[in-house]
């Protein structure tokens, strides 16, 4: 039932390593993001996709690979990881212009160590 | 460049009384949407409430209500008769209503209720 989902909740990984982190959604949404939240909270947009289609691209490390194999799912790939991305990744989903507000999943905890 | 200010970082109300967490913003833009998010100690950020600002008429939902100030870019918060399940980060934010379509948050205010 859950409108957003995301898996893995919780990631522990070695820094060096190469994860992925999907997102589903089932509400029919166009658009669909990647932000993240730092440890002061601070929430920042990664990426996003309306309709399979790259339409924001913020300053993030090409380490980081967004895709959308469809317009239901948005998985984020992360080559060689660094200590500075452990921070908590959320997935969320829109109407095309997301003016009637966003659906967020329940976030990825990132831990590299 | 739009910027979203939450000027409190921390805030306590006593359960059933009355809070008011503050937000400002800075654009040029006409139109353009405002929000509210809570965060509680799960991680699931939940919309809270929302805003066109074309609209005069201050949003509603429940114990929840906000204050729009267009003139004075202001969009502050009330939540009547606390409960402790509203313990949680409070993040404003801004939506443009043209062009690229993306939120810019606030810094959040972290509200505690206490019992």
């Known amino acids: 039932d859950t409108a957003v989902s995301q898996t893995p909740k919780y990631l522990v990984t070695q820094m060096g390593n190469d994860k992925s982190i999907k997102c589903e959604q089932n509400l029919g949404h166009d658009t669909m993001y990647w932000y993240k939240q730092d440890s002061k909270k601070f929430l920042k947009i990664m990426f996003s996709?309306?309709?399979?289609?790259?339409?924001i691209n913020e300053t993030v490390p090409n380490r980081f690979s967004p895709k959308s194999p469809d317009k239901a799912h948005l998985n984020l790939h992360i080559n060689s990881l660094e200590l500075g991305d452990s921070a908590v990744y959320f997935c969320a989903s829109s109407t095309r212009t997301g003016t009637d507000g966003y659906t967020f999943g329940s976030g990825t905890r990132l831990t590299v160590v | 460049a739009q910027t979203v200010t939450q000027s409190q970082p921390e805030m306590s109300v006593q359960e059933a009384e009355t809070v008011t967490l503050s937000c400002t913003y800075d654009?040029?833009?006409?139109?353009?949407?405002l929000f509210w998010y809570k965060q509680p100690p799960s991680r699931q950020m939940i919309l809270v409430i929302r805003q066109e600002a074309y609209k005069q008429q201050n949003a509603t939902e429940n114990r929840f209500s906000v204050n729009f100030q267009k003139a004075a870019k202001s969009f502050s918060l009330k939540i009547s008769d606390s409960q402790l399940g509203d313990t949680a980060m409070y993040f404003c934010?801004?939506?443009?209503?043209?062009?690229?379509?993306?939120?810019?948050f606030g810094t959040g205010t972290r509200l505690k209720v206490l019992a």
């Open positions: 654009t040029s833009e006409n139109n353009y949407y």
């Open positions: 934010a801004f939506l443009r209503s043209s062009g690229t379509y993306k939120y810019i």
């Open positions: 996709y309306n309709n399979k289609e790259l339409i």
